[in-house]
């Protein structure tokens, strides 16, 4: 009896046994799968770490150079007869002379003075590009602002910096080599030779390119900045936001708390969770459809582009607004209803307070995703050659990424430094509109 008692007890132990050695196999498998599987995550994000570092070390290897500008320093005499040839005493309208005077003459004189050996025409030429075109400048901001403050530098001689041209600026900046070969590089052996003895002269000076954030596009890269490129912006997103963000919030608050649940309210949920992915150069067809050729809206304007960008945005401000009003807890509505409040008034005093900071991170999310959109804006006409500052919604305008696309097209590379230099603003501004919502997502958050 004991005998065949013990049988059943040694084949359940056996059994035991094998079952157990199976999920001890089991679960080796399963730990080797989560092995390789954190090890496939962690390869992802070291190809992905790699990739961003290589980006980031490109843009802004070739973009700092741009930072800095190479200056040539001039002394200048300023002839009466150059600036003032008739004589005009009243200070209104010897503003207005200053403004228009010849001051290239000065200029031509200043730099072949320095070389008394350089005779011939085509040799004075090529000394004379030297200097950026837009040194004239230089000298006539100085002179209107010297006369303007009331101390007139008319007949004096003066020691002032202008811009450099831009091979001269490369040239400095070691991106033109000397030992290729004359016909293989933009500067002539003359030009290198006169831009050596101006630098045994103490007359080169490299100094922080205040240029590139106080001036507009230019065609000649050493002049070229994004002062009007930023304003534009501005003023395009402001735009932007003014349209978009009442009704988006108007339109997640109706659709979440006052619309019924019916066939309608479903199509349009879908139709708005659709146009999130809609790509982004339709609204700008759209925008020239609709905006420029049915309504004859100004093209190239920050007001045109404001409305397509907000069209964009909806979409983005919508869901996110309506996943802040969900957040909100039955309860608050309940307290509100039970104590004699209206519909309208649990959503306006008591709801919508609670669901904005979350409404305003999906709107800053929004504006930072328009702030680099440039698909839809070269449909509109913002394409266009802008030098002017603009001063409002209706003045012609280009925005950052439709100066960095107009930029990086250019065969200079000066100007290839410049978009590289402006990629890193734009950067910039993004990271810091990101970190804001972050900060007012943690700052605001209400945790139920």
Do not use: C
């Amino acid at each position: 009896m004991s005998n065949t008692a013990s049988t059943p007890s040694v084949t359940g132990v056996l059994d035991n046994r094998r079952a157990s050695a199976a999920v001890v196999s089991s679960l080796k498998r399963r730990y080797a799968a989560e092995k390789r599987f954190r090890a496939y995550g962690m390869i992802a994000v070291g190809f992905a770490l790699i990739f961003l570092i290589f980006l980031f070390t490109d843009i802004i290897g070739k973009g700092l150079p741009a930072f800095t500008q190479t200056m040539i320093r001039l002394d200048v005499t300023l002839y009466p007869q150059d600036l003032n040839p008739e004589g005009v005493t009243d200070h209104e309208q010897l503003l207005k002379v200053l403004s228009t005077a010849n001051y290239r003459n000065i200029i031509v004189q200043a730099i072949t003075d320095l070389f008394p050996d350089v005779t011939s025409r085509s040799d004075r030429r090529a000394l004379v590009g030297l200097v950026s075109p837009g040194a004239t400048f230089d000298i006539r901001r100085q002179v209107m602002a010297a006369e303007e403050a009331g101390r007139s530098l008319i007949g004096h001689r003066v020691r002032i910096l202008v811009h450099a041209s831009d091979d001269i600026d490369q040239l400095e900046k070691g991106h033109i080599s000397v030992d290729v070969a004359e016909a293989e590089r933009r500067v002539s052996d003359r030009e290198i030779e006169w831009f050596h003895r101006l630098k045994e002269r103490g007359l080169i000076e490299t100094t922080f390119n205040t240029t590139l954030f106080t001036a507009g596009d230019s065609r000649s890269p050493e002049l070229a900045g994004l002062w009007g490129a930023v304003v534009g912006s501005f003023w395009t997103m402001l735009v932007t936001l003014a349209l978009s963000f009442p009704l988006a919030v108007g339109a997640a608050v109706y659709l979440e708390e006052f619309a019924p649940k019916n066939k309608w309210t479903q199509l349009i949920e879908v139709n708005i969770n659709n146009l999130a992915a809609v790509p982004s150069i339709v609204f700008g067809l759209l925008g020239l459809a609709v905006f420029l050729n049915f309504f004859g809206l100004p093209r190239s304007a920050p007001l045109v582009g404001g409305m397509v960008l907000a069209l964009i945005t909806l979409p983005t401000i919508i869901i996110a607004s309506r996943a802040a009003l969900k957040s909100v807890p039955p309860s608050i509505r309940e307290a509100a209803l039970g104590v004699g409040a209206s519909k309208v008034q649990t959503v306006f005093h008591h709801v919508l307070p609670l669901a904005m900071p979350g409404m305003l991170t999906g709107t800053i999310i929004g504006m930072a995703q328009a702030l680099g959109e440039t698909a839809p804006l070269l449909m509109i006409g913002m394409v266009a050659f802008i030098v002017d500052i603009p001063g409002g919604p209706l003045d012609p305008a280009t925005v950052m990424p439709v100066q960095i696309f107009l930029w990086s097209d250019l065969p200079e590379r000066a100007f290839v430094e410049r978009a590289s230099a402006a990629i890193m603003v734009l950067l910039g501004f993004l990271i810091v509109m990101n970190a804001l919502a972050v900060l007012l997502r943690k700052r605001f958050e209400r945790k139920w």
